[in-house]
């Protein structure tokens, strides 16, 4: 399947949202990271622009379904009645029947902070729904970051309404290349749009909207080709003979889709050599140090211990000082290969 992706809108250093879209679906990813700590003011300020940044995103495309990940550094406690004693918490102006994806939610992280409440606001306000502790496997939800002292449910993935019931798989993967696990989700594509998706439902068509063409010579000559063919002829005679509105609305649909399909540029193919082979350097040695670190923290999840094992921190930076080594040295044997060839004016040495 092809897809093209295009930036939407960022919030430095925070958020930015892109645009996949593909003959048979479009989607809106949002990528956050908000860090911890620091002032309430910037807590609020960060929370804020980050709705003022989604909602300029729905705004611009208010009929594509959305979906929004990544590290809030939000704890939102194991259930809603946890979330609702929070001293931060304000009720809002819903129906609990509207709010069962909340209500039923669930997660192995009991504790709660402002920005918990914060996210589950937000959400609300959005028409966005949690998957953690909501899609099986994931119920409840475990735990995303592994700390030294304790765990926590750090990591989100948000969908709209109109996607939340095409997720039929959530997992948070054994994969430990920091402290903060990944989420693997799988849903699919076959949605139906429902309106109102998003709190400001604007009804326009994503396809309608206008789209900047840099203009070339080629381009030029591309338009000529264009109002030579016959279809641009047949549309002056048919709007002409054609009395009832909405048959005309009909061939103006019809042939503003086959000129938008003539100017379309085609989709880029997605390079899926290296998520498939791993990284180049990536040799034995990493392989090895990622299977003690995975085979520890199985161990420890099977335990049911509230804390990770000591060894598990040793194992972890044996972990990252291989991966540093096998880049480096894999490096390092690239150089020596590259002044070999330029020493031997071999211009196939180049390409190593």
Request: glycine share 4%; net charge positive.
């Amino acid at each position: 399947m092809r897809a093209k992706l295009s930036l939407v809108h960022t919030f430095p250093p925070f958020a930015f949202t892109g645009l996949i879209s593909s003959e048979k679906f479009s989607l809106l990813i949002t990528n956050v990271y908000l860090p911890p700590g620091g002032l309430i003011s910037d807590l609020h300020y960060r929370w804020d622009s980050l709705e003022d940044h989604l909602l300029a995103c729905y705004v611009k495309y208010p009929n594509i379904p959305s979906i929004m990940g990544g590290d809030f550094n939000a704890r939102t406690a194991a259930n809603w009645n946890g979330i609702i004693k929070a001293k931060w918490w304000v009720s809002p102006p819903y129906p609990k029947s509207d709010l069962i994806s909340f209500t039923s939610r669930r997660s192995k992280d009991n504790r709660v902070n402002e920005a918990g409440v914060l996210l589950y606001q937000l959400a609300i306000r959005m028409n966005l729904n949690i998957l953690n502790g909501n899609c099986p496997p994931d119920v409840p939800g475990e735990f995303t970051h592994l700390g030294t002292k304790s765990n926590s449910v750090l990591d989100y993935l948000l969908v709209s309404e109109d996607l939340f019931s095409n997720f039929f798989y959530l997992k948070v993967d054994n994969v430990q290349s920091s402290d903060h696990l990944p989420l693997a989700a799988k849903l699919t594509l076959d949605w139906h749009p429902v309106s109102g998706t998003h709190p400001i439902h604007v009804g326009l068509n994503a396809t309608a909207q206008v789209r900047g063409i840099k203009w070339s010579m080629k381009q030029a000559q591309k338009y000529a080709e264009f109002f030579q063919r016959n279809s641009s002829e047949s549309l002056i005679v048919s709007l002409a003979e054609l009395s009832e509105p909405n048959r005309i609305l009909e061939w103006f649909a019809h042939f503003s889709a086959d000129l938008t399909s003539f100017f379309t540029m085609p989709a880029h193919l997605a390079n899926r050599e290296q998520p498939r082979f791993g990284a180049p350097w990536f040799d034995a040695k990493c392989k090895q140090a990622r299977l003690s670190l995975c085979c520890i923290y199985n161990r420890y999840k099977a335990s049911g211990a509230e804390t990770l094992p000591p060894e598990y921190l040793q194992a972890k930076i044996a972990y990252k000082q291989a991966q540093k080594s096998a880049k480096h040295e894999w490096q390092l044997r690239r150089w020596q290969a590259l002044i070999a060839a330029s020493k031997l004016r071999s211009s196939r040495g180049f390409g190593i």
